[in-house]
């Protein structure tokens, strides 16, 4: 059942060649000699420990992740946020953040992989276990207000490295935010607009399309003369 062969006796047009590619908790290790119609199939190893024999498309497309251990995780999952009380109204919203995380951080089809996962984010093994998380969120003061920001932006997702914050704090964070130093202090065109009183839009024009920076950058907007 799980025969692998040589993918060159399978090669053509088209062919895309699946071996050593990560599909979920997959790995594929081979073409298999099994094959129906067009449609090729691989033996893939899952993180459990089993191997499962699975199509092209299946595999490319995310409907199969895993040997079926996934579902069944999910369902005991399902089973335990029920029984503690982590619906609709409950802490579903925490829930979500959890899975949020483990996605971004370990699976390749999702769309957030390439800036978390994909550049070596992790989250802990302690954290793989949603109650592990869940009851260190409770007892660092989670609320549905805020959202888990990692101190440090290249390090892991666990304890030693996450705090609770506002969202708007966590949009200054972003790698991708702009830094001005100017008068011996760092700070974000948001940050700059609220401790100067001048508009966030007038700043980010300024500097974008513009070109300015300090001090012409933070020079007071002139008032219009209206016209008499």
């Known amino acids: 059942m799980f025969e692998v062969i040589d993918v060159h006796k399978r090669k053509g047009n088209g062919f895309d060649n699946l071996t050593g590619r990560r599909f979920g908790k997959l790995t594929v290790i081979g073409l298999s000699a099994k094959k ?73 089809n999702n769309t957030r992989f390439n800036r978390y996962g994909g550049r070596g984010i992790t989250m802990c093994d302690e954290w793989s276990d949603y109650e592990n998380f869940k009851s260190w969120a409770l007892s660092h003061g989670y609320n549905d207000s805020l959202t888990i920001e990692r101190v440090d932006v290249n390090g892991m997702y666990c304890p030693d490295n996450c705090v609770w914050i506002p969202f708007k704090e966590q949009a200054i964070n972003r790698t991708s935010t702009v830094w001005i130093e100017w008068n011996g202090e760092r700070k974000s065109i948001k940050q700059w607009s609220d401790v100067l009183k001048i508009n966030y839009g ?18 007071p907007v002139k008032n219009k003369k209206i016209p008499r």
Do not use: I
């Not at 500097?207 to 300090?214: A, K, L």
């Open 202 to 219: 007038t700043l980010h024009s300024r500097y974008y399309r513009s070109g300015m920076r300090p001090p012409e950058l933070f020079e």
């Open 36 to 108: 129906a119609g067009r449609k090729s199939y691989w033996v893939c190893q899952c993180d459990c420990g089993n191997k499962h024999l699975v199509r092209s498309d299946s595999l490319k497309s995310g409907n199969v992740q895993s040997c079926g251990c996934l579902k069944k995780e999910q369902d005991s999952l399902n089973l335990r946020r029920t029984t503690h009380g982590d619906t609709v109204g409950g802490e579903n919203r925490l829930h979500v953040t959890w899975q949020g995380m483990k996605q971004r951080t370990t699976n390749p």
